[in-house]
């Protein structure tokens, strides 16, 4: 598996300097929906990253998400989001990464998060530990939600059906703060390296959360879906956090469910 992971490493290397080049360049976007930016660099990173997944890895199927399905009849599964964050980088906004994670038979066993403007690779794999630059990382110490800094995304897609907003609320006013960062993998990374307590989001894909699920596991981290059952990519929302916070956030947001606030939206 070490020998796969490293694969995945030079693979995200590779498509993140791609990524920066276009970056510096600048660059046009078109709309995948009303609000869904794609540009030539998402297209770009995908073709790199399949490729290179294929030439090396021929027997894998292979999901990403400009693509879709390569489908091998594999018990293995790349998930690939070859830019996450693109309304970011679309806008010059220096936030967003490329990412690959492999599933075997339904397991996450190894994942990658490159961050090339400030070269941070964060990899992962099954039993091995999480690593930011080939150093060990850990979740925080933070032991409740009061003392706690977290994160939560908005989809484009189906925007206007997104729940999110109340649950921002709420855990905005119970905690040190809500940061919306515009790419899930790295506020996933974030909570796995102790920058963040927790995170949680409505509508995410498999390949936005692949990698950072198996990351924040393995550096000591808890995820579950938002009412305490199992998470998973393919789940409707996820939370996440550094452990000791997770029932906390959970009844919170149990509360939110429920329709009880604990704090009100002051009046305008
Ligand atoms: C998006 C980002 C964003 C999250 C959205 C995702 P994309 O991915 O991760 O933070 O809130 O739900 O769709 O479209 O930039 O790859
Ligand atoms: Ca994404
Ligand atoms: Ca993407």
Known sequence: MAEILETAIDIAREAGSLLANYYERGIGFDLKGDFDLVTEADRASEHLVVERLQSSFPQHNILGEEGGL????????????????????????????????????????AGV???PLRREMFAAERGGGAFLNGRRIRTS?????????????????????????????QVAMSSHGVRRGGSAALDLAYVACGRLDGFWEFGLNPWDMAAG???????????????????????????????????ELLALFADVFAGRYRYRLPQI
């Open 141 to 169: 110490r933070a032991s409740g939600l009061e003392h706690a800094l977290l994160a939560t995304g908005f989809p484009s897609r189906k925007r206007h059906e997104n729940v999110n907003v109340h649950f921002f609320h």
């Open 113 to 115: 998060i490159y961050d």
């Open 213 to 247: 699920l198996i990351l924040v596991r393995e550096a000591g981290g808890r995820y579950s879906d938002m009412r305490g059952g199992p998470g998973s990519i393919q789940g409707e929302h996820i939370a996440v956090s550094n452990g000791p916070i997770h029932d």
């Open 70 to 109: 390569r489908e091998k009849n594999s018990e293995f599964c790349w998930y690939v989001d070859p830019l996450d964050g693109t309304t970011n980088f679309a806008h010059g906004f220096p936030m967003f990464n490329v990412t690959m994670a492999l599933e075997r038979a339904g397991e996450l066993v």
